[in-house]
């Protein structure tokens, strides 16, 4: 199985394309669209709603969950890889915030600098995710990894993320994925390897 490089995937990112990242088979051995909050638009969310087919979700720093005053969802996180969901949001500007178009709306609401916590109502249909401070060398999942590369591509420490499914309903694995991304000409890579590079680039 080949990947691409990490420094494919950034470029792609920085240019406001959906990549697509896999974590490790013995984990939850599953692969995300992700893309830059800032570039969340209509169409991106859209593509994953439609092709993904998972749970849309709004990885972010823990200084960003700071600044909008997101309280956890839970006090006692029982999820199995204790996924850190934090209440759901929606912009104050949008009707039902379900369309692909308020989903757009609210997640570039959340990185714009001028963004406080009344502008958005509690619950709603984004839901954002605190990532680990220390990214992928803390916890390799799919949260840490969207924030991860929305910081190394130079971008707000924000991002989206989608499970992706089979048409059946149960979750494509790597072999899978692999044929998707290079049906929609994407950048697929894994989790290990950004972890890797992580540490090549940091020591």
Do not use: W
């Amino acid at each position: 199985m080949t990947f691409h490089t990490i420094e494919g995937a950034l470029e792609d990112l920085k240019r406001g394309k959906i990549i697509l990242v896999t974590d490790d088979e013995n984990r939850e051995n599953e692969g995300d669209f992700i893309c830059a909050a800032q570039f969340a638009t209509t169409e991106n969310i859209n593509f994953m709603a439609t092709h993904g087919k998972g749970l849309i979700c709004m990885p972010m720093s823990e200084e960003y969950v700071e600044k909008l005053k997101l309280p956890q969802m839970v006090e006692n996180n029982t999820d199995n890889h204790e996924t850190a969901f934090t209440v759901s949001i929606d912009h104050i500007t949008t009707t039902t915030g379900i369309s692909a178009v308020e989903r757009s709306i609210t997640a570039i609401a959340c990185v714009d600098e001028n963004a406080k916590p009344e502008d958005f109502r509690r619950p709603g249909h984004m839901f954002p995710l605190k990532a680990k401070k220390n990214g992928v060398l803390e916890r390799n999942g799919h949260t840490e990894a969207t924030v991860d590369l929305c910081r190394l591509a130079g971008l707000k420490a924000c991002g989206l993320c989608c499970e992706i499914m089979r048409e059946d309903g149960t979750m494509m694995r790597t072999e899978e994925l692999a044929k998707l991304a290079e049906h929609f000409q994407m950048k697929f890579i894994t989790i290990k390897d950004l972890q890797d590079y992580r540490k090549r680039k940091e020591i």
